[in-house]
């Protein structure tokens, strides 16, 4: 069986990871497939973990560590900050590797491979992109830019063509969310669709003089005093915007002494009480701020009201089954984990991926490895 999956042409950005005297990662050129065995020339593999058969080697990981740090933006000042950092990314990255080979695998029992007349389509359309006029030019930027050869890239192609299909067929297609689902989800989680509640305030405010070495407890007076002055004449019939332009030290003063709508949940918890206590058109006592003395007026309230079903029932949709699928999905890797054959050659390689347990749970998204 054949998939006819595309893949979307990948950009051959040259990125540079490089510290002198850091003994700089990269791909080692190789030939032939995936075994030392099968190598007809250059370097041979040193193997650092076999997964059902499948082996992992030393190129395997040095290339996944630099597309972690690539990936991460990460541009070491120190040859003690590269190894800290790789220290700290080797656990993930070699998870990673195990976790690929697995579906990649699977991928193979379900019949999917990478064709030859795919891969040339495939190398054909990245030539043609990126303006390359020979398959030289083509391996050569190959090379320089993501330190691959051509089998290099193939095989990594048809690993992601793998692990995408055994994710549609194993994984997306078991994964079903019905509308009734999601209505329940929305009610029992209407709190997440509802519209913050909002204020709507008007003030004035009366600052207090300060000087550089003391508080002034009389010019704390004189304002409390204003400020008392400024409510009595509102509610003595007065504008409250007309006495807010007069006599109020606030920028607001230029609107009437107009604010909001507010987020309630901004707002400090002395404004939320003296709010709280308010009815649309009540105004405040005068309370201390750490400018003076302020009076509000509340000029309109909306309460935390739920968004209708319909306007958030597609949001509802992707989220709930982007959260079911990531379960099936770590549940559909703890599977192939238990059953499969791990035999490690290095024993700190071993313990970094034994090290990473507690956080796979949460499986990468296939195609970040």
């Known amino acids: 069986m054949q998939t006819s999956k595309r893949v979307p042409c990948l950009a051959l950005a040259v990125v540079l990871l490089a510290v002198a005297g850091a003994g700089t990662v990269h791909a080692q050129a190789r030939l032939g497939g995936d075994t030392p ?15 059902n058969g499948d082996i992992i080697t030393q190129t395997d990981l040095e290339n996944r560590q630099v597309a972690m740090l690539r990936q991460e933006s990460f541009a070491p000042t120190s040859e003690a900050a590269l190894r ?51 398959d030289e030019d083509f391996r050569e930027a190959l090379l320089q830019a993501e330190g691959m050869t051509i089998t290099d890239f193939r095989r990594s192609m048809e690993h ?69 002055e400024a409510r009595q004449r ?37 404004v939320q009480q003296v709010i709280d206590g308010l009815e649309v058109g009540g105004i405040s006592a005068p309370i201390r701020t750490p400018g003076g003395f302020q009076v509000l007026l509340l000029e309109a309230r909306t309460e935390a009201t739920p968004l209708p079903f319909d306007e958030v029932k597609n949001s509802i949709m992707d989220s709930v089954f982007n959260d079911r699928r990531w379960e099936e999905f770590t549940r559909y890797l703890e599977e192939l984990r238990s059953e499969a054959v791990i035999e490690w050659k290095d024993e700190d390689l071993r313990r970094a991926y034994e090290r990473y347990e507690p956080e796979r749970t949460s499986p990468p998204r296939p195609g970040n490895n």
């Not at 190598?39 to 040193?46: D, E, N």
């Not at 579906?103 to 303006?131: C, H, P, T, W």
């Not at 009437?256 to 949940?265: F, Q, V, W």
């Open 37 to 51: 065995e099968s190598a007809t020339g250059i370097v041979l593999q040193r193997i650092l973990a076999r997964v």
């Open 84 to 134: 800290r950092k790789l220290v700290e990314v080797t656990p993930r990255v070699i998870s990673n590797a195990v976790d690929e080979l697995l579906l990649v695998q699977r991928g193979r029992v379900l019949g999917y491979y990478l064709s030859d007349e795919q891969f040339a389509e495939m190398v054909a359309n990245i030539k043609e992109e990126n303006g390359f006029d020979s």
């Open 160 to 228: 992601r063509i793998l692990v995408n299909q055994v994710q549609q067929i194993e994984i997306v297609r078991k994964v079903m969310l019905t509308e009734t689902e999601a209505r329940e989800y929305y009610d029992a989680n209407l709190d997440q669709y509802a519209e913050v509640p909002t204020v709507t305030l008007r003030e004035i405010l009366i600052a207090v003089p300060t000087t550089s070495d003391s508080f002034s407890v009389a010019g704390d007076d004189l304002a409390r005093a204003a400020a008392e």
């Open 234 to 270: 509102v509610i003595d019939g007065e504008d409250f915007s007309v006495v807010a332009i007069s006599v109020s030290d606030a920028p607001s003063k230029a609107n009437g002494g107009l604010i909001g709508p507010l987020d309630y949940a901004i707002l400090s918890e002395t």
